[in-house]
């Protein structure tokens, strides 16, 4: 079952611009991921943020997590061709199974050069 | 480390014929994934073993649809018989402790005919 809701479904942005998408979820969880996935390609793992964190930073990436809301967002800043991918949210189920994730149906960002 | 090594790569099938995909997980981590992808549905989980032993296959499709994983080191997905909207991307995955970050293999793009 989906638990994750990635908004926009799709993105279009120029280069150098900065791309915020969107999560929402509906269950307490452990913990939040954000995915990439390229065209093709297997998903790579991007960040985590727990329950109990707020924001969080890698390189160019910003999470942030609002567990009252139930929401987290994904902002990549200064944009590149190459961030062309669809973006996937994933949670950890507090009382899941341990592991287990619930990935949402993605938004696809394209990029313009 | 190799990452996640899945075979074969592609497979273009005949409705009827039996489909068996194979997963080698990266060494040391003690949960298996095995997810299938379509622009329909996206991505959904079919079963999930830790430590060898299925813990929830609550996903698998149908009868038609068995994993096995004999060991640490090896995970099979077969389809017998299979059906032409079993076409889609299979995706394993591995992870090892918590929190959970999964490691995505390439995939394997089935096409039964």
């Known amino acids: 079952s989906q638990q994750g809701e990635e908004d926009p479904q799709a993105l279009s942005i120029q280069e150098g611009e900065n791309a915020t998408m969107n999560c929402s979820y509906k269950?307490?969880?452990?913990?939040l991921q954000w995915y990439r996935q390229n065209s093709g390609r297997g998903l790579v793992h991007l960040i985590l943020i727990r329950s109990n964190e707020r924001e969080k930073h890698s390189g160019r990436l910003r999470v942030t997590l609002d567990t009252s809301k139930k929401s987290s967002s994904l902002l990549i800043t200064a944009s590149r061709a190459a961030d062309t991918a669809s973006y996937f949210c994933?949670?950890?189920?507090?009382?899941?199974?341990?592991?287990?994730?619930?990935f949402g149906k993605g938004t696809k960002l394209s990029v313009k050069p | 480390d190799a990452g996640v090594i899945q075979s074969p790569r592609h497979e273009v099938t005949e409705m009827g014929q039996e489909v068996t995909l194979r997963c080698k997980p990266i060494s040391g981590h003690n949960s298996l994934f095995w997810y299938r992808q379509t622009m329909m549905r996206g991505l959904e989980l079919l079963i999930y073993f830790n430590n060898n032993v299925p813990i929830d296959d609550s996903g698998m499709p149908e009868d038609r649809f068995s994993a096995k994983m004999p060991n640490a080191s090896f995970s099979t997905l077969k389809i017998q018989p299979s059906e032409p909207r079993d076409s889609a991307v299979y995706f394993c995955?591995?992870?090892?402790?918590?929190?959970?970050?999964?490691?995505f293999g390439p995939g394997t793009r089935l096409l039964v005919l």
């Open positions: 995955a591995s992870s090892k402790g918590a929190p959970s970050t999964q490691y």
């Open positions: 994933a949670t950890e189920n507090y009382g899941g199974s341990q592991g287990n994730l619930i």
């Open positions: 269950t307490s969880i452990n913990n």
